[in-house]
């Protein structure tokens, strides 16, 4: 029976090169028992590296035993177990399911290669559950496709090779291998939804029509091939609309409704941010998109903000302020900036455009946000000077960074606005210093992809 699931395991992974290495998400149970057995099988045929992780998250008074049990499974399989532990909220308002599936993910980032593959142990009735958990929030497509066979994370591949396999066909698996298993009391806990569908709702379903799951696995895949064509499409729009991370609204005007939704979700996406409800998509395109001229409209949800700035949409963090600090500054030493701003490096270069002179002993550099109010900036080749609020108009900088550009100073003087301009009398002619500033993206969200096992 191993053999024959294995051949189907197989059948399922890319070719591997010779640096291919695997880490399985391994907590003991019953499915990543026999995923991580499959795994040690294939490393071997194909001389591969691999690794196990188990994550505590401190939630059963067993999770020492499971260690344990893990510790002696990875050893009889000549497989190298990574433990971490991890520690939990109750009570700020996030769901310890939540909860411990993003610490699973942070955990599983730190540990991921260039090029790895992760497997988890999904299979065809976790498919089934997604599905339903789906339908559950009104999802759209790209949530009634489920739990995707392969995906790109962490700079390498997320593989979940047992998508095909019934749970009951791991268990007859399972109860053939020497190793045994843990059991997770929480798993019968009926108030997490998972567990509900999985021990109430699923199990009539089956009784019931007992192809469910492989009808829904079939359902979920015809969306996935679906929502693939929206997001080519939405790659074609966005290469008309986009510039940078802006969106312009002129471009978008004259799409379907339908066509224009499927390009914001796409930009709201690519840029690490939650994603909308169907309401607050409409009142973006309402409210901010369609706003007045002279309005400067704003609409929060989640941990993001969508302004308009010059015909333009930007996806920002919410109730931006300017940044007060100083921060001292040292050839070649990267600082972080505050306020999530990104980092900064000043380094020694011959030759470029754009240089600033080398200081000198007199002349003490630091990085702050803000000019005396009243003072007046030159930059290099104009031919008067500007307030900074004008020059910073004049450049199209959004209003909601103004304040949190950073400024190198030279001793009490402006020599440049990062990313703007040099002011006059701090170019260099030939050796001088670049001021490279790396900004800060919205923080990436985890994969759509059901519980780890």
Known sequence: MISHLYSRFCQTLPVPEGSTRLLVAFSGGLDSTVLLVLAA???????????????????????????????????????????????????????????????????????MGEGEWLLTAHHQDDQLETLLLALKRGAGLRGLAGILPSQPFAGGLLLRPLLDISRSELAEVAATLPYGWVEDESNRDVSYDRNFLRQELIPRLKARWPAMAQTASRTMAICAEQEALLEE??????????????????????????????????????????????????????????????????LNWGKQSCRRFQERLYLVAPDLQPCQQVLPLTTGEVISLPDGLGTLLLRRQTGGEGLLRLPRGDESLSVRFQVVPGTMLKPVGR???????????????????????????????????????????????????????????????????????
């Not at 591969?48 to 035993?65: I, K, M, T, Y």
């Not at 009889?76 to 993910?105: C, D, F, H, K």
């Open 383 to 453: 031919a008067g000077s500007r307030r900074l609020k004008k020059l910073l108009q004049e450049y199209g900088v959004p209003s909601w960074q103004r304040g949190r550009i950073p400024i190198l100073y030279y001793g009490d003087q402006v020599a440049a606005v990062v990313g703007l301009f040099v002011c006059d009398g701090f170019l260099a002619q030939e050796e001088g210093l670049r001021c490279e500033w790396q900004a800060a993206r919205l923080a990436p969200v985890m994969p759509e992809s059901g519980d780890l096992d």
């Open 41 to 111: 099988q294939f490393a071997r045929e194909h001389g591969l590296g691999l690794r196990a992780l188990h994550v505590h998250h401190g939630l059963s008074p067993h999770a020492d035993e499971w260690i344990a049990h893990c510790e002696t499974v990875s050893q009889q399989l000549a497989v190298t177990l990574i433990v971490e532990r991890v520690q939990l909220v109750r009570g700020n308002g996030e769901s310890l399911e939540a909860q411990a599936r993003e610490a699973r993910y942070r955990c599983l980032t730190t540990h």
């Open 233 to 298: 499409l939405a790659e074609q729009d966005w290469h008309l609309a986009g510039e940078g991370e802006a969106l312009h609204i002129a471009a978008l005007q004259p799409l379907s409704p339908a066509r224009r939704n499927n390009l914001l979700r796409y930009w709201i996406r690519r840029q690490g941010g939650e994603m909308p409800s169907r309401e607050q998509l409409n009142r973006l395109w309402q409210e901010v998109a369609l706003a007045r001229g002279d309005a400067n409209p704003q």
